[in-house]
């Protein structure tokens, strides 16, 4: 039963993507000449004018320059032309340092506010205030202090990411089971102890779950960031290709962000399941 | 008192209630056990059972007064005074066995992983759940639950056990099972033992002394009243005893009527000198064996009891 209903859900699945890619590629196909001009116009003024060609690419387009793309990800023909994975990494490479940066100051901070309400109640405007500002709103003021580009770029992501998780693990270790606490308090259990093996591991499904929500505020910061930094990585990649005017590459990198978006979320979910205990 | 093995001393609880009053669940509350006694406590909900526990525990403090467990007032919690939670309080990302060890190793610290397991295996051996030890609480029952919760209470070898409506959450069958379970183990051990209950047979089978509560707020201590019961009686023939309908019914009217009316109707109510009770012991007016099972009756106050 469950079996079938997977394959009958990958089935549509495929099937959906199969007419999507139809569709486009009957909107985006040549309708044959169109208007007769000299040959030296018509190689001047390309596809779309000759054959009818519409400006956006094909779905075939799309893919013979993706297959190009997959088979050399990590070519470096200098600062404007680089490999698709070469970006990727650099994207990859900033999230995985700005939110790593995150996790060590808003899991140990986010313990002591749970632990404390005296901190929660002090520190709780400065939070409201500091969480709806968009990250790069920030980005000014981290290029004129920090002066790299590079480490502001991490800087957004650090702080977009800080407060999910900040959050989550506030109310996952201020909701922890009074009576677990109370076990641990009969049995004489020191704080630090208590903090590691009640509070930690009842509140890690929670942690985790701000952890989840972060990776992809994250994700969707670093291209808009990247855009405004430029440089490297897939945001700046999306812009240059539009400044370049290739649609295929665009439609491209959009394929790749959402892909690596979704394998960051799925190991964040696994790690999820791994510290998620039934009841 | 001969042993006074833990002594309540005149303990208050207050809480900051609404337009700057104060709410007092229970004032002057003085109670004592000996060791090696099973108490039970019985009253209605809202009458301070549970804070009292807590406080036995060091949970909770009292606003007023002290606890005095083998002649040291008690400040906060001990591995001397084992609670055995009513929702059994297992944690559920543990094993039954790393529940149980968890325990061992916070009295023990220096003991080696080896020691910690082996020490654990025996107390969950002892409560009859070998072969269950790598499960973890989400597939255990919850009869098998409360086993691994009175396991870890136990395997801290404590100097008393607290209990607060421990089998309140189980079916009849498993209740029984259990009770049974706790009296053996209580008996084999000398446990001293302070359980809140809300089942009055319960109360009956288990305890040597069962404490009566009047309705909060401002509860206070009405009655000790002494198990007549032999010691090693059994569930099976327990309601054969002569006393035994005295003694429920006692118990049963204080519920019903009297939990309400004490207060009222006594006023002169010494809590420093509560009347104990004892069922049909000469030279007492409740009628042993007869008609007379239902008529409420007080004892004087007993010299003993004297704080």
Request: aromatic share 8%.
């Amino acid at each position: 039963m469950n079996s079938s209903l997977r394959l009958r859900a990958g089935l549509v699945s495929i099937a959906l993507l199969a007419a999507f890619l139809g569709i486009w590629h009957l909107a985006t196909r040549s309708t044959g000449t169109t208007t007769a001009m000299s040959p030296e116009y018509a190689k001047l003024m390309g596809l779309t004018a000759t054959q009818g060609k519409s400006a956006m690419p094909g779905p075939l387009d799309v893919g013979a320059k993706l297959w190009e793309h997959l088979r050399r990800p990590f070519y470096d023909n200098g600062p404007n032309d680089k490999g698709l994975g070469i970006q990727l990494a650099y994207s990859i490479a900033r999230v995985g340092t700005g939110y790593l940066l995150a996790v060590m100051v808003a899991i140990p901070l986010g313990f002591l506010i749970g632990m404390s309400p005296l901190l929660s109640k002090a520190l709780d405007p400065f939070i409201q205030v500091l969480k709806p500002i968009s990250p790069l709103a920030w980005m000014p003021l981290a290029l004129y202090t920090i002066k790299d580009s590079s480490v502001s770029a991490i800087f957004v992501i650090f702080i977009c990411s800080i407060w999910p998780m900040l959050l989550n693990t506030v109310f996952g270790v201020a909701g922890v089971r009074k009576e677990w606490i109370n076990v641990a308090r009969t049995l004489e259990v020191g704080t630090v102890r208590r903090a590691f093996t009640v509070i930690l591991p009842a509140a890690a499904p929670t942690i985790l779950t701000g952890m989840r929500i972060s990776i992809g505020i994250a994700w969707l910061v670093i291209v808009a960031a990247e855009m405004l930094v430029g440089g490297t990585g897939i945001g700046y990649f999306v812009w240059n290709e539009w400044n370049n005017l290739s649609i295929t590459n665009v439609i491209i990198a959009i394929l790749l962000i959402g892909i690596v978006g979704m394998l960051l979320d799925q190991i964040l979910a696994r790690f999820t399941r791994m510290v998620t205990f039934p009841e | 008192m001969i042993d006074k093995f833990i002594s309540i001393e005149g303990i208050a609880k207050r809480y900051p209630g609404a337009g700057g009053a104060t709410t007092s669940v229970f004032e002057n509350l003085w109670l004592s056990m000996a060791r090696g006694e099973f108490c039970c406590v019985i009253g209605h909900s809202g009458c301070g059972k549970t804070t009292v526990l807590n406080i036995l525990a060091g949970l909770d403090a009292p606003s007023e007064g002290a606890v005095i467990v083998d002649g040291q007032a008690i400040s906060g919690t001990s591995l001397d005074r084992a609670v055995i939670f009513q929702s059994h309080a297992l944690l559920p990302w543990r094993t039954v066995l790393a529940n149980v060890a968890y325990a061992v190793s916070s009295k023990w610290r220096s003991w080696d992983r080896a020691k910690v397991r082996a020490h654990a295996q025996s107390f969950i051996d002892l409560v009859g759940l070998t072969g269950s030890e790598h499960k973890r609480p989400s597939e255990l029952s919850g009869g098998m639950k409360q086993r691994v919760g009175i396991a870890r209470a136990l395997s801290i070898t404590p100097k008393m056990m607290l209990m607060d409506e421990p089998f309140s959450a189980l079916d009849a069958l498993t209740r029984g099972t259990l009770q049974d379970e706790v009296r053996r183990i209580c008996l084999e051990t000398g446990q001293t033992a302070f359980m809140i209950t809300h089942d009055v047979d319960e109360a009956i089978y288990l305890a040597d002394k069962i404490f009566l509560m009047t309705n909060g707020p401002g509860a206070v201590l009405a009655e000790v009243v002494e198990n007549p019961l032999p010691r090693d009686r059994g569930r099976t023939d327990l309601h054969r005893h002569p006393l035994y309908y005295a003694l429920r019914n006692h118990i049963i009217d204080f519920l019903v009527t009297r939990s309400k009316t004490f207060a009222a109707e006594t006023p002169g109510h010494d809590p420093r000198n509560v009347p104990v009770v004892q069922i049909g012991k000469p030279g007492l007016t409740i009628a042993s064996n007869g008609e007379e099972q239902r008529q409420p009756w007080i004892s004087g106050p007993s010299p003993g009891l004297t704080a």
